[in-house]
């Protein structure tokens, strides 16, 4: 007698699933939610169910493969924008896929062209692997259109840079920032990084290949004196767990590092409003307190705000949005693309930023940094150099 299928909750995957007729379904995260799923699943006649050829469950398995194959970073950035399209075409098979519906999901989000890409990129790559993988005969999304990224080209020069750590008031994101300015290292790596990586006697960090990204090879970042020094002093004060933490001692994310480098640029911009004596003025405040919720919760309460609490409320929103405005916004990607720019321009040879950045392609070196070749000065000290060896 066949077993009753019974939902499991798997914990690397923050999901219920079920297997019915040899099929898996994720049923969500909630469990009462979960469950209500699987009855609806339980009751459809048996020539209705699922089947592994539904876009859910061939997400799942590229997720499922991709846990397997793939660094953490990497499974989660697929995982993310899945299942949010799993959630939008629950019942799509994938013989009726097309790419308008791909398009359509896409263009109810309010994106940048860049995280349109993404967003278009990680569907198409699923179903590409499902055909790989000889899930699928065919890729019915195959000329679906993905438009190129916005180049990141920020170049932090060095009076910026010191701005940025005058501007930093916890002293774990200015060990960070300038780990990240002196090695050039990825933002998942040094956010990674524990004591465990560091190889004292040769100044590195060793990611192994199982924690590289792609998993190809192990991962080596460089530290000059400096980096080397913060690092020691880190591990010193976090023998286990993530090096680089907060003054609250938890470690930094990719999401608590924005929102720090926010803070920064809205500092910068209030600094930079003040120089030009420019303020928010008393019509925009009026013109914005009708648009704000008059009540607030106080000691369990529902209370009105003060008329002089919602102009501090409108003051403070609109400061910093005008802050923001007239200041750029900085990253630890800005400060990795400045450390290779830097190095480029210093004359060290394309390779050699390559291997030191962990580029597994040196081509990409070219691709990403080919706006050195539109400096004149940077060209032709370089066309001196040429002529003079």
Not at 98 to 109: D, K, S
Not at 313 to 335: D, F, M, Q, T
Not at 368 to 384: F, G, R, W
Request: aromatic content about 8%; proline content about 5%.
């Amino acid at each position: 007698m066949a077993r009753r299928p019974k939902p499991w909750f798997r914990k690397e995957r923050q999901a219920w699933f079920v297997t019915i007729n040899g099929a898996q379904h994720n049923l969500g995260p909630d469990k009462n939610q979960a469950y209500d799923r699987f009855h609806e699943l339980m009751r459809q006649p048996t020539q209705r169910r699922v089947s592994s050829q539904l876009m859910p469950a061939i997400i799942d398995e590229f997720l499922d493969w991709s846990l397997r194959n793939r660094a953490a970073p990497t499974y989660e950035w697929y995982r993310y924008r899945l299942e949010r399209f799993a959630q939008m075409y629950p019942n799509l098979r994938i013989a009726d896929l097309r790419p308008f519906h791909v398009e359509r999901w896409v263009a109810q989000y309010d994106f940048s062209r860049t995280s349109r890409r993404n967003y278009l990129r990680s569907v198409k790559r699923c179903v590409r692997w499902a055909k790989l993988q000889g899930i699928v005969d065919s890729d019915p999304i195959a000329e679906l259109e993905v438009p190129s990224a916005d180049r990141k080209e920020v170049v932090v020069s060095e009076d910026e840079y010191t701005q940025i750590l005058t501007s930093i008031r916890d002293a774990g994101l200015k060990d960070l920032v300038e780990v990240t300015w002196q090695t050039g290292c990825r933002p998942q790596e040094s956010l990674r990084v524990e004591a465990r990586h560091v190889d004292v006697k040769r100044q590195r960090w060793v990611f192994p290949t199982t924690e590289s990204k792609g998993r190809k090879q192990p991962r080596i970042v460089y530290l000059n004196d400096s980096a080397f020094e913060i690092t020691m002093r880190l591990v010193q004060r976090n023998p286990t767990g993530r090096l680089f933490r907060n003054s609250k001692d938890e470690p930094w994310t990719k999401d608590s590092v924005g929102c720090a480098f926010t803070r920064i640029m809205i500092r910068m911009g209030k600094l930079e409003l003040k120089r030009q004596g420019i303020a928010v003025s008393d019509h925009d405040i009026d013109a914005m307190i009708p648009t704000l919720k008059r009540t607030k919760r106080s000691q369990g309460r529902v209370v009105n705000k003060t008329e002089s609490e919602l102009r501090s409320e409108a003051r403070i929103k609109l400061a910093n949005k005008l802050a923001a405005s007239v200041a750029p916004r900085y990253s630890l990607y800005a400060l990795r693309h400045t450390w290779a720019t830097r190095a480029l321009e210093s004359g060290l040879d394309g390779l050699t930023v390559a291997i030191l950045m962990g580029h597994s392609d040196p081509s990409t070196l070219a691709k990403v940094y080919q706006h050195l070749t539109h400096d004149p000065q940077h060209m032709l000290s370089l066309a001196k150099r040429a002529a003079a060896s």
